[in-house]
């Protein structure tokens, strides 16, 4: 049973293009979390997702952060118009209900 | 500010000695606890939980203790190894609160001497 998926690992975009970052969650999980790390500090909160429904979206910066989790495919947590601060590693978490969550690898995005 | 925080930044012992990882909380409502491993370049991994109605649960070479009187969540390592070297974290779930949404404490550095 392969884990949470997240591609790419790596991401590099200069200031002003658009980021996409993609994550599959586990087999049969249908709950859906973004977080997002900075370097020496733990994660934070961004969104929480179902199928077709963001459930929670109190932890999403209010312009250019959007995500979305269709029926089918990976769920995408699409950052617009970057800008150096939004450099960070940002880590997916699925769950087969509310409680626990496992995450994927992460996604380094850096910002030039 | 945050609800959950951790006494100790930094910890370093001798391999096969017990370790022990603090964490405070601050929020009485929280009814779920999550400890997690992170090595360095990837992702949180799930390590153990306990529920609020729990003082105690174990699992392989680890322990965690919840004491709600005072808000305190420790993980406890048996016979620490090299590859327990890591930044745990601790997390909780706000009873009521949003949903899904587990708040992270800033980690502690375990550092594992051969």
């Known amino acids: 049973n392969a884990g949470v998926m997240q591609n790419p690992r790596h991401l590099v975009r200069r200031r002003g293009q658009e980021a996409r970052l993609r994550c599959s969650p586990m087999k049969g999980h249908s709950h859906v979390y973004w977080y997002r790390q900075l370097p020496e500090e733990g994660l934070k909160f961004m969104v929480y997702l179902q199928k077709e429904n963001i459930i929670d979206e109190s932890g999403m910066p209010k312009e250019r952060f959007s995500a979305e989790f269709p029926k089918e495919g990976p769920s995408i947590l699409r950052i617009q118009q970057v800008v150096r601060g939004d450099s960070a590693a940002y880590f997916c978490a699925s769950s087969p209900r509310t409680d626990e969550q496992y995450f994927g690898p992460g996604t380094r995005l850096t910002v030039t | ?114």
């Open chain 2, 1 to 114: 500010g945050e609800s959950v925080g951790l006494h100790l930044p930094t910890l370093s012992v001798q391999e096969g000695d017990n370790s022990i990882i603090n964490c405070a909380y601050s929020n009485s409502a929280s009814d779920y606890f999550i400890w997690y491993k992170q090595e360095s370049g990837k992702g949180p991994q799930f390590i153990i939980d306990i529920r609020s109605n729990m003082d105690k649960r174990q699992g392989q070479r680890v322990t965690v203790l919840l004491n709600k009187t005072v808000k305190h969540l420790s993980l406890q390592i048996a016979a620490t190894q090299p590859g327990d070297s890591a930044v745990y974290f601790c997390a909780e779930k706000v009873r009521g609160g949003s949903q899904g949404n587990l708040i992270f404490g800033k980690g502690t550095k375990l550092s594992v001497k051969p």
